[in-house]
């Protein structure tokens, strides 16, 4: 019987969780309390915009960072003191990436286009692993960089001109 309502618990807080990260702006499904790559995910780009420990699971940090008092079955706290600051919404992080390019005031239906076709391009070229969905993650950026890096482009990590020409990303 524990079991059983711990795990309604943890559905709860993942629920919950999902709840708020879609109001955020982080998880675009539809909140169910299943704990998913999407949700996953959500979680992981919440940690690093908030400077959380990046675990893509519902930490005690995490949750309470968020605002939720569910318990969830995770590890100890990290020891890693930080103010909670505003969470980043996602307009913020694909502004950051298109900062300094020619896409920076593209509508962001062009933007999110683009970061897909990148995803697509860089995964094809064996840099990225991720998920094609349009999403700016330290992954993306950190793929992105190599990829500049082996092109002999500086390391920006941004969509500037000389790396959406690069990458086939721009209309000439």
């Known amino acids: 019987m524990v079991l059983a309502s711990s795990a309604a618990l943890?559905?709860?807080?993942?629920?919950?969780?999902?709840?708020?990260?879609?109001?955020?702006g982080y998880y675009g499904g539809k909140p169910d309390g299943q704990y998913g790559s999407q949700t996953a995910a959500a979680i992981r780009r919440y940690q690093v915009a908030e400077n959380l420990k990046v675990t893509g699971d519902l930490t005690p940090q995490t949750l309470k960072s968020l605002g939720i008092s569910a318990p969830a079955p995770q590890s100890a706290p990290s020891a890693q003191p930080g103010?909670?600051?505003?969470?980043?919404?996602?307009?913020?992080?694909?502004?950051?990436?298109f900062k300094g390019g020619p896409y920076i005031t593209a509508p962001t239906e062009?933007?999110?286009?683009?970061?897909?076709?990148?995803q697509k391009n860089l995964k094809l070229l064996g840099f990225y692993?991720?998920?094609?969905?349009?999403?700016?993650?330290?992954?993306?950026?950190?793929?992105?960089?190599?990829?500049?890096?082996?092109?002999g482009f500086r390391q920006t990590g941004r969509f500037d001109e000389s790396t959406l020409k690069g990458l086939n990303l721009m209309e000439n």
């Not at 600051?85 to 992080?93: R, S």
């Not at 062009?110 to 990148?118: D, M």
């Open 129 to 151: 692993a991720g998920p094609i969905d349009g999403q700016v993650t330290t992954s993306l950026i950190a793929s992105l960089k190599a990829w500049q890096k082996d092109a």
């Open 110 to 118: 062009v933007q999110i286009a683009t970061i897909r076709h990148a």
């Open 83 to 97: 103010p909670a600051a505003t969470p980043v919404p996602q307009y913020v992080a694909i502004s950051q990436i």
């Open 10 to 24: 943890a559905d709860d807080a993942i629920f919950a969780a999902q709840k708020k990260l879609q109001k955020l």
